[in-house]
C-alpha cells in the first residue's frame, strides 16, 4: 500500500469509528446552546455524545465569564484533568465560549493539557479545530470577524420536546459591569427566515416549546432588512404546526416596546412570561450601571405588561453589592420585589470583570460578607413571595408540558407551567412532551403539586 493509501484508509477508519464527545456547558442559556450547536457539527463528522466525561474521547467545557466565581470553576475543572491527560495523551480537550474569547492566551499558559481554545464566534467549526488540534497540536480559534453559522442538525438536542433556539448574538448595550459586550461582540441578528426555518425542523422533529435566546433579544431585528422585530418572529413560529409554547430571554427593560407586549398579547402560544432584569431596586445605582432606566420606568413597564398581558409572570435578575451600594439602595431593591412580587428572581454577587467601565471607575468596596447577606436576604424575601403566590393557584387549574420524571421523585412527573411554576403530578412517563391539565392541591416556594384532569375531548 502506498503512503498516500495508508493515510487515506486511516482516515476513513477514524471517519467511521464513532468517537466520543463530553460537553458541559457553564453558565447561562447561550453557552448550554452554543455548546449543542459544537456537537452537532462534530455529529456529522463522526462523532456520538457520551454523558460520561470518563468515556469521551474529547472533554469540551463551555465556559462562562460574568463572574469571578463562573471562571474559577473552570480553572479547578481544568486542574482536574491534568492527571488523566498525562494517563491518557490521546484525550483531547477543549474549552469554548467566554472565558476561551477573553482569555484565550492564558488559559494555554497556566493549564497547557489543554488542546483547543475556541471562543464565542468559532464553534461551528468545531470539527476542523478537532482536527487541526490533532495533526498541530494546540489550537487558538477567536477571531471575531466572520459569519457565525449557527445552522444546526435539530436532530442533535438534549431534549425531546423543547428547544433553544439562537435569534441574534452579541449585544450594543455597555452595561457598566458586564463582560458580554467585550466576550461575544456586537449585535449581529439572525435571518427571519433562518429562525423561522429551524423552528419549523424542530416542530417536525418533536419540538412544542421553543424559546428564542438573545442578550437583548428585544431589540432582535433591528440590522436586518425591513426590521422585522422579535413580535414577528413570534407571530410567525405561532403559526407552524405543533408549536405550543414560545419564550424568550432575555429583555433589557429599556428597549421593551408595546408593540412586542401586544404581539405576546395576541399570539396564543406566546407564554405569559417576562424575564427582563431590573438589575436594582435604585434610580442612582441603575444610573451607575449604565441600564438606561429609572426605577419609576422599571414599574411602568411591569405595569403596562401586566395591563396588556393580564396574568403575565414576571422574572428578574439582581445585582447585589455594586460598588458603593448603601443600605438605603439595597432596601431599595427589597422594596422594588416587594411592589412587583416577582414570579422569580436570580440574584448574583457584584464581581467586578477587567475591563469594564465599573471595575475601572469605582471600587469594590461591600465586603463579600455584606454580599453574601444581602443576596441571602432577597433570596428568604423571595421565598416568602413565591410561597403566597404559589398558594394562592391551589385549587385552580392550569396547562402543564410535562417534562418526564420527576428529578427527585422519579415515581412522579414534573412539568412547567406558562408561567414557569414547576409542577409535581402523578402520571405516565408516555406524558413526557405532552401538555396535560392539571388541578392544583398543593404549593411550595418551589413548586405546584397537582392531579390530572382528564381531557373531555371538546
Ligand atoms: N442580557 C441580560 C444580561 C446577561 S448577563 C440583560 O439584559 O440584563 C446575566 C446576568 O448576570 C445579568 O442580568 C446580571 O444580573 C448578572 N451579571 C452580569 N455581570 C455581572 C457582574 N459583573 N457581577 C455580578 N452579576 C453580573
Ligand atoms: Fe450585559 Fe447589559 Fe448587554 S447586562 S448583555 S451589556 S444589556
New binding site residues.
Partial sequence: MSEVETVLSCESARAMVSRKVFVEAF??QMNFLDGELAVSRLSEHGWARTADPEDADLILFNTCS???QSENRVWSRLGALRPRKERDPGLLIGIMGCMAQRDAESILRRMPHVDLVCGTRRFHEMHTLVERAETEGQVIAIETDGFVDIVRDVRVRPQRHRAYVSVMRG?D?K?S????PTTRGVQTDRPFEDVVDEVRRLAEDGVREVTFL????NTYGRYLPGRPTLGDAIRAVDQIDGIDRIRF?????MDIRDELLEAMAETPSAAGYLH??A?HGHSDVLRRMF?GYSRERYLEVCAKAREVCPGIELA????VG?PGETEAEFEATRSLMEEVRFKQI????????PG?A??EQYVDDVSDQTKRERKNELLALQDSISVERNQALVGTQIRVLVDGPSPRNAARLSGRAEGQHMVILDGSPDLAGEFVNVHVERATAAALYGVLVPETGA
Avoid at 177 to 180: D, E, K, L, T, W
Fill in positions: 453558565g447561562c460574568i463572574r469571578d449585544c448595550h452595561c459591569y458586564c463582560i458580554v438573545g442578550q437583548n433579544i430571554l432575555t429583555s433589557n427593560p427582563f432584569p438589575q441600564r428578574t435578575d439582581l445585582i455594586f436570580y440574584v448574583f454577587k457584584y464581581s467586578p470583570r469594564t465599573a471595575a
